[in-house]
C-alpha cells in the first residue's frame, strides 16, 4: 500500500542534523567566539585581494573544472592535478565519497568521538554506521579492523581528530591500511594536518599515491581562514577521483572560493604565522589550564579539550554558561560523547588569557 504522502529512506530519517558551536553570547558586551576552531590571524590579505577582485565578476559561472585551483595545490604539494577533485568545503567531499561507494546494506566506520559528518554521510548515503570505541581519546587501529566485515566499504579517520586533538602516527597509519580489504575505501580527513608538528605524522598523501583505496580530504576553512566561502580538496586515485566528479556538482566550487584559494594556498608565510601562533598559545593554553586543576588532553591541532568534574558547580555545561556569560563561547561536545567536557579553539592572546582567568575564576567559585 502506498503512503498518502512522501516518505524519505529510513537511513535518511535516523539522521541527527549537525548543529554547528554557537556564536553569540546574549548580554555580553563583547564576545570571543572560540567554538568552531577559526584562525585568529584571519585569511592571507592575497587571499582577500582575490576575493574582491572576483566580485568584478558575478555573473559568470565559473570554471567547473576548477583546473587553476587543483593546479595550484598540486605545485604546493607536488601532487598530480589530475588527481585532485575540489568541493564545496572538505564535508562536500566527504559526503561525496560515501555517495560514490556507499549503498543500502553497506556500512561505513568510524571511531566514537570522530566528526560527526562521517556518521550523516554513511546514512544519507543508505549505509549504516558502525562505531568503534576508541583508546585514550584515540583511534585504535585493531578495533577498525575488528568492525570490518564483508559489508564494509568505507572508514573515516580524522587525524588528527576533532574534538579530541589527538593523532595517530605514521606506523599506525599504515598498519590500519594494511589490514583493511582492498576495497574498502579509507578516508583520512585531514582538515588540521598543516598544525601538526610531530615527526611521527605523515600527510597521507604517499598512501595515497601508491594505493587505490586511499583518499585525503583537506579543507581551506581552518589555517587558510576561508571558512566563509566553503572549500576543500581531495586527493585519491583517478579512478576514486572520476567517480567523485561524476556524481558532485558541475560547479560546486564557486569563483571568489577559487581564486581565494589559488592565492592561499601559494601564501606560505601566512601559513607559517599561524602554525607558530598555534604553538605558542597552545602550550601555553594547557600548561594553564592545567595549572588550574583541569585535565587537558594533549592536541596537535588549533584547539584544545577541556575536562570537567562530574560534581554540581563545577560541571562543563555550567561552566559554558559561566564563560558564554563573559562573552567567551566555547564549544560543548556532548554530540561527540564527551558530555563532561569543552572544546576552545585556540584564539588571540586577548581571549586566550579572559579563557585562563574565566576558568580561575569558576574553579575557585567566584561570581
Given at each position: 500500500m502506498n503512503p498518502n504522502r512522501p516518505v524519505p529512506r529510513r537511513s535518511v530519517l535516523a539522521i541527527e542534523a549537525y548543529v554547528p558551536g554557537k556564536s553569540g553570547a546574549p548580554g555580553a558586551a563583547k564576545v570571543y567566539k572560540l567554538s568552531s576552531n577559526e584562525t585568529?590571524?584571519?585569511?592571507?590579505?592575497?587571499?582577500?585581494?582575490?576575493?574582491?577582485?572576483?566580485?568584478?565578476?558575478?555573473?559568470?559561472?565559473?570554471?567547473?573544472?576548477?583546473?587553476?585551483?587543483?593546479?595550484?595545490?598540486?605545485?604546493?604539494?607536488?601532487?598530480?592535478?589530475?588527481?585532485?577533485?575540489c568541493g564545496n568545503g572538505s564535508d562536500d567531499l566527504l559526503h561525496?565519497?560515501?555517495?560514490?561507494?556507499?549503498?543500502?546494506?553497506?556500512?561505513?566506520?568510524?571511531?566514537?568521538?570522530?566528526?560527526?559528518?562521517?556518521?550523516?554521510a554513511i546514512l544519507a548515503a543508505g549505509g549504516a554506521p558502525v562505531v568503534v570505541p576508541e583508546k585514550n581519546l584515540t583511534a585504535d587501529v585493531?578495533?577498525?579492523?575488528?568492525?570490518?566485515?564483508?559489508?564494509?566499504?568505507?572508514?573515516?579517520?580524522?587525524?588528527?581528530?576533532?574534538?579530541?586533538g589527538t593523532y595517530l602516527p605514521a606506523s599506525e597509519v599504515k598498519r590500519l591500511h594494511a589490514g583493511l580489504p582492498p576495497h574498502v575505501v579509507l578516508v583520512l580527513d585531514h582538515a588540521y594536518a598543516e598544525y601538526v608538528r610531530s615527526d611521527d605524522y605523515t600527510n597521507g598523501l604517499e598512501l595515497a599515491d601508491a594505493h587505490p583505496n586511499v583518499?585525503?580530504?583537506?579543507?581551506?576553512?581552518?589555517i587558510h581562514g576561508?571558512?566563509?566561502?566553503?572549500?576543500?580538496?581531495?586527493?585519491?586515485?583517478?579512478?576514486?577521483?572520476?567517480a567523485v566528479n561524476r556524481i558532485r556538482g558541475p560547479f560546486n566550487v564557486n569563483g571568489a572560493a577559487l581564486e581565494a584559494g589559488?592565492?592561499?594556498?601559494?601564501?606560505?608565510?601566512?601559513?607559517?604565522?599561524?602554525?607558530?601562533?598555534?604553538?605558542?598559545?597552545?602550550?601555553?593554553?594547557?600548561?594553564?589550564?592545567?595549572?588550574?586543576?583541569?585535565?587537558?588532553?594533549?592536541?596537535?591541532?588549533?584547539?584544545?579539550?577541556?575536562?570537567?568534574?562530574?560534581?554540581?558547580?563545577?560541571s562543563a555545561a555550567e561552566a559554558d554558561d559561566f564563560l558564554t556569560s563573559r562573552g567567551l563561547v566555547l564549544r560543548r561536545v556532548s554530540s561527540y560523547g564527551l558530555p563532561h567536557a569543552l572544546r576552545m579553539t585556540v584564539g588571540a592572546e586577548e581571549p586566550n588569557r579572559l579563557?585562563?582567568?574565566?576558568?580561575?575564576?569558576?574553579?575557585?567559585?567566584?561570581a
Open positions: 585568529p590571524l584571519g585569511p592571507s590579505p592575497k587571499a582577500v585581494a582575490a576575493f574582491r577582485e572576483a566580485a568584478g565578476s558575478l555573473e559568470l559561472y565559473p570554471d567547473g573544472s576548477v583546473a587553476r585551483l587543483r593546479a595550484a595545490i598540486g605545485a604546493r604539494y607536488g601532487l598530480d592535478p589530475q588527481r585532485i577533485v561525496l565519497i560515501a555517495s560514490a561507494f556507499v549503498g543500502e546494506g553497506d556500512e561505513g566506520v568510524f571511531t566514537e568521538h570522530g566528526f560527526l559528518v562521517y556518521r550523516i585493531d578495533a577498525i579492523l575488528a568492525a570490518v566485515t564483508a559489508r564494509t566499504k568505507i572508514v573515516f579517520i580524522a587525524n588528527p581528530n576533532n574534538p579530541t583518499v585525503v580530504t583537506h579543507t581551506f576553512s581552518k576561508l571558512a566563509s566561502l566553503r572549500l576543500g580538496w581531495a586527493y585519491g586515485h583517478p579512478e576514486v577521483c572520476d589559488v592565492a592561499a594556498i601559494g601564501d606560505i608565510d601566512h601559513v607559517n604565522a599561524a602554525i607558530s601562533h598555534n604553538e605558542r598559545w597552545r602550550t601555553w593554553l594547557e600548561a594553564e589550564i592545567g595549572k588550574l586543576g583541569l585535565k587537558v588532553t594533549p592536541s596537535v591541532g588549533n584547539f584544545v579539550l577541556i575536562h570537567f568534574p562530574e560534581a554540581p558547580g563545577k579563557v585562563v582567568q574565566a576558568l580561575a575564576d569558576f574553579v575557585a567559585g567566584k
